[in-house]
């Protein structure tokens, strides 16, 4: 082989390895976009998954229909009320019935504080102030 025939396959090759760099880089580029786009999806889909469990459609409809928020809102007002009057109403009464049972028990210190906040609370509700 002479040196211009070396010289022309050297080029040839240089022009092949060239070629399929080229090649090897769009696959790689090409495997880059892919696994982007699979990221892209999975939090996409995380996403979704996210705004179902809060239940976000369901908040839109109801922003939708404000008589029906008002409606929600005034039903769960009216029940929480009722249901601290009622909590408020058991606990005062069952501390009340502690402190008389304490109060008979006639303990020589405790006894007489408990006895004057009896007295105190059975005066207030004989007052009737309407």
């Not at 006639?106 to 004989?126: F, S």
């Amino acid at each position: 082989m002479t040196a211009r025939s070396r010289r022309r396959q050297g080029i040839s090759r240089q022009k092949m390895n060239e070629g399929e760099a080229a090649k090897a880089a769009d696959k790689s580029a090409a495997g880059n976009q892919a696994e982007k786009l699979n990221r892209v999806e999975k939090l996409i889909h995380a996403v979704s998954e996210q705004m179902e469990r809060t239940r976000i459609a369901d908040y839109a409809l109801l922003l939708n229909r404000p008589w029906r928020l008002l409606w929600l809102n005034l039903i769960s007002g009216i029940s929480r009320g009722v249901g601290i009057a009622l909590g408020f109403t058991f606990f005062a009464a069952t501390i009340i019935y502690v402190l008389q049972v304490l109060g008979a028990l006639n303990l020589p210190i405790i006894g007489d504080y408990i006895a004057d906040i009896v007295r105190i609370v059975q005066r207030q509700l004989e007052l009737t102030t309407y």
